[in-house]
């Protein structure tokens, strides 16, 4: 199993671990509308961090936007390929990229999560509770209406990588 950063720069290798991941989130987020994923993950302010089997065969990913000058990253979508789901692959994957994360300096992660998905959060240490200043992150993201606030601090002494 490898972890790594996907960004959409041109090349075929990143592009097509970019369709493998948008291909998961689409069938994993079914409410989501596919034009809207589409458009995300291969926008050049996301990065995606992919689990990778085998050295080529993407089985889930996190996508996710930084905001440096607020010190907050937004998740926007996360999943994991169906037959692989509740392994534990879903927490490593959080691990690490709370680990890599914290390294860009990054200090609280948000994300909309869907219902079913907030009981796999709490067990990640997001809570529905936010601690970050309201001005540090309202009208960065988008209000979206299907999901519940979720926020994680990243402390940065923690070791996130095990
Ligand atoms: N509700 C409650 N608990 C859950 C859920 C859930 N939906 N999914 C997993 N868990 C629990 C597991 O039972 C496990 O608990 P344990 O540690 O006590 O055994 C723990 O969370 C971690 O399980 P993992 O095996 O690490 O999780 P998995 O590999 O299945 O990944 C994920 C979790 C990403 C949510 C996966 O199940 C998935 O892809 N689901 C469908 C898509 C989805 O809902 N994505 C999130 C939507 S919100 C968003 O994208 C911003």
Redesign the pocket.
């Known amino acids: 199993i490898d972890f790594k950063i996907i960004t959409n720069d041109g090349s075929h290798d990143s592009m097509k671990m970019l369709i493998d991941l948008k291909n998961i ?1 689409a069938r ?2 079914p409410k989501m509308p596919k034009e809207y994923i589409v458009r995300l993950v291969f926008d050049r302010n996301h990065e995606s961090m992919c689990i990778i089997k085998d050295n080529t065969k993407v089985i ?1 990913g996190i996508c996710y936007r930084k905001y440096p000058s607020q010190r907050f990253a937004e ?8 037959n ?11 691990n690490k990229f709370k680990e890599h994360i914290q390294k860009q300096d990054v200090e609280y992660l948000l ?4 219902n ?6 709490r ?2 240490g997001f809570y529905q509770e936010i601690k970050m200043n309201q001005d540090r992150w309202k009208g960065f993201i988008k209000d979206y209406d299907g ?1 519940t606030l979720m926020e994680c601090y990243v402390h940065p002494n923690i070791d996130y990588g095990n």
């Not at 926007?76 to 390929?81: H, N, Q, R, S, V």
């Not at 079913?116 to 959060?121: K, L, N, S």
């Open positions: 989130f994993q987020l889930g998740i926007a979508f996360l999943a994991i390929t169906a692989l789901q509740v392994k534990g692959y879903g927490t490593r994957l959080m994300t909309y999560a869907d079913y998905a907030i009981g796999y959060f067990k990640q999901g």
